[in-house]
């Protein structure tokens, strides 16, 4: 029997009971996927699972994402080529140099995002797993983007609805000064399209789909969008729509990157390591091609 306890009125939600290393029975899976459509995010504590445990469990809510967005794709750790490293440590598990280029990149995850919003067709879940922790800091904190969408003005509602904004993972490095990129990486990053207004069907509510990696809003000239998407996403993460996650070994915490944003907080990674694998789902199609807000 699975426990839900909401940790907001409406966002975020702890689910008890579960143990991640069988596959799940219908029942856990509907509930599990009621509760992360009404909430935004689950977390679910205590589990001792390996990768291919993750990759299982992943799949049961829909197609896994397989291919890696990240640079120095040949000096990777881990085994599948889906799993997403977000860790400070290199392909031989030792805290990764400080001028490294990894590092630098990874610190992109910093900035409020969605993930795989520069991908054309972006992701839809995130499964995050905890497999060691420094002993304070790395938080990950996300943020109600649906809450954010009912709390402004009907006026602002309408210059928002139609618009459409370019994201690359080169726009969201460019605000902290990473700016070295191959140009198979440039070819790879160039700038896709998405609504900056989604409706979520499965709760029928509308979210802002904001993210660092927008850099251009079309039709609109770049310093005047850039400062609107500064204010929405100043808007939609006050303390209000936003909820810290403190990690704990064995959390896997899992996200709708279609109704929430995320970030990662700060910590002392020249000392200590900090594990986490990602497995992203894919959404059902490019936001353009998707029903409009
Ligand atoms: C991610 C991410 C932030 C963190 O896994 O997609 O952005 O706290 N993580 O590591
Ligand atoms: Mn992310």
Redesign the pocket.
Known sequence: MLTVTPLKPEFGARIEGADLRRPLSAEEFTVMDATINRYGFIVIPGQDIDDDQQMEFAARFGPVDQTRATVDVQKQRLKYSAM?D?SNLDEKGQILAADDRRRFFSLG?RLWHS?SSFKATPAKY?L?HARSIPPSG?E?EFADTRGAWEALSAEMQAQLRDLVCDHSLIYSRAQLGFSEWTEAERRQFEPVPQRLVRRHAESGRIALFLSSHIGRIHGMPTPEAMMLIRDLLEHSTQPCFVHAHRWAVGDVVMWDNRTSL???RAYDDRRYKRD?R?VTLLDVAPTLEQEAA
């Open positions: 997403n977000i995850n993930d995130s995050l790395g990950t995320h970030r990662g986490m990602r």
